[in-house]
């Protein structure tokens, strides 16, 4: 009987042993070196899926990146541009930071690169406007930038430069191997440019946007590198403390489901790509300061501009050809297009319809007019398109009397004499009711020197010659006609004038 059961014993430690080696074998089979994740991703069915994916070289990598010390706000959605709001006048950091890997962009190592910092508007409609806009503010805050660079902050910035017709631009140089910060301030509030109506209108929102360039060939810095940007709102002092606490508040009120709709707060703004800003960049030529800010609008020599002697531009003797650009032609090229904005001052609009034939700009209605240009100027845009001229104050009709043979005498009432020459009466349409104007028109139309006209008088009864004073003209009756004659002064000094 003991022997039965010592063989027992024998047998069950022989299976225990046999089960053991059995499960190490399983585990080696099993084991993560046997089946790891590299193996199974290489399998055919993953290749396929993978293959359509962008690699990580592929990927577009960013050479630098830009960073505000300033909050965002709570109450953002989800897949919406985070917003930040900024006090006016109060000094904000932007880190400017190299994000390039190793060998990325290599022509700018050891080298300076240029970037302008901009606040600009977020709301397509004011960006159309937005040099009324800022001409605007300009009025009233005289002396004032819309932004500033606080130089004694800022670190590692060098040829700071701010031009005085660029109210909302500043620009710099600097090294991106070493550590630069650059502190704005933003002197404008987002409600200066919301329409007054009610009180407690919405503020509008800016944008802070950054532009990198490199130099080119020339030693210019005009080669874009990389550019981005973040939506901002701005308060007057402490008040966007105020209205970050208010979101902050709001969002603690919210349920939790409906706080998974929003994004956090961040303690600093990351700014993200986008398209560089149209206008053209200062050109720093070989880094020296004294280059001037190539900030220059469209030459305006390309066209002439009346001077005050001219007759008026909208009613213009018969004597005088009417200028070919008067007029804007559905045949107009590009360039002709901007010679007559820049004639009819438009010229805050020549970047704006920089690629429009004079086809393009008569296709416009009034009210695509007045949305680009605002009421005021979108109205005198579309009237001058439109040829809509302005109805003169008075009208006269004027001949030049000729010496007439011996004998025969020329009639007033403009028929004929007699000859088969007929009097040519030519139109002056007079905007400002005085006698320095209808002399002016009358030098402009008969091709006389203004400087050489003494006197203008009236032949009166019995052949007497009166003064033409501004109560003489303004009591003139409209349409009126008149032969005219020159005399030549008693000094021999210039000329007179007769009206008959």
């Not at 203008?456 to 010659?465: A, E, F, L, N």
Request: aromatic share 8%; hydrophobic share 35%.
């Amino acid at each position: 009987m003991a022997w039965v059961l010592k063989m027992d014993e024998v047998i069950e430690s022989g299976l225990v042993h046999d089960f053991d080696a059995s499960l190490s074998g399983i585990g080696q089979e099993l084991g993560a070196g046997a089946y790891s994740m590299s193996d199974v991703l290489a399998l055919p069915i993953f290749k396929q899926e993978d293959s359509s994916l962008p690699l990580d070289d592929e990927t577009k990598h960013p050479p630098f990146q830009y960073v505000m010390c300033a909050a965002t706000s709570p109450a953002v959605k989800l897949h919406d541009e985070t917003l930040t709001y900024l006090n006016q006048g109060q000094s904000y950091e932007i880190r400017m930071l190299d994000n390039r890997k190793m060998g990325d962009v290599p022509e700018i190592t050891g080298k300076l690169v240029k970037s302008i910092i901009r606040v600009v508007f977020h709301d397509r409609r004011l960006q159309y406007t937005e040099h009324q806009q800022l001409e605007g503010w300009k009025w009233n805050r005289p002396g004032d930038r819309l932004l500033d660079l606080d130089i004694p902050m800022s670190v590692g910035i060098i040829d700071t430069r701010t031009n005085p017709s660029q109210l909302n631009a500043v620009e710099f140089l600097w090294d991106p191997a070493k550590r630069t910060s650059a502190f704005i301030q933003v002197h404008c509030i987002s409600t200066e440019f919301t329409p007054r109506k009610h009180g407690g209108e919405k503020g509008v929102p800016f944008r802070i946007q950054v532009d990198t360039f490199k130099q080119n060939e020339n030693g210019e810095y005009t080669d874009h590198l990389h550019s981005a940007s973040c939506q901002i709102k701005v308060f007057k002092p402490k008040g966007a403390d105020r209205k970050q606490k208010t979101d902050r508040e709001k969002m603690e009120k919210r349920a939790a489901h409906e706080k998974e709709k929003y994004q956090p707060s961040y303690d600093t703004t990351v700014l993200t790509e986008c398209s560089p800003w149209p206008d053209t960049p200062t050109a720093y030529v070989n880094n020296s300061p004294s280059a001037a800010p190539a900030f220059t609008s469209p030459p305006q020599s390309a066209c002439s501009v009346p001077d005050s002697n001219s007759s008026s531009p909208n009613h213009q003797g018969d004597g005088i050809p009417q200028a070919s650009s008067e007029q804007l032609q559905p045949s107009a090229t590009i360039q002709e297009t901007q010679q007559w904005l820049l004639k009819h001052r438009f010229s805050s609009y020549t970047r704006l319809f920089s690629n429009f034939l004079g086809a393009d700009l008569l296709k416009l209605t009034k009210e695509d007019l007045v949305q680009i240009c605002g009421a005021a100027d979108g109205i005198r845009l579309y009237n001058s398109l439109k040829s809509r001229s302005v109805r003169p104050r008075l009208t006269l009709y004027v001949c030049r009397e000729q010496p007439a043979p011996q004998g025969q005498q020329q009639a007033a009432g403009g028929g004929d004499s007699g000859s088969a020459t007929p009097f040519v009466y030519h139109a002056i349409y007079l905007e400002e009711m005085v006698a320095s104007e209808v002399a002016r028109k009358l030098a402009l139309v008969f091709n006389i020197p203004f400087h050489q006209i003494n006197q203008v008088y009236r032949q009166g009864p019995t052949g007497i010659h009166i003064l033409v004073s501004d109560q003489m003209v303004q009591n003139f009756q409209d349409e009126s006609c008149f032969l005219f004659s020159t005399v030549k002064a008693e000094n021999g000094g210039g000329v007179h004038i007769i009206l008959k």
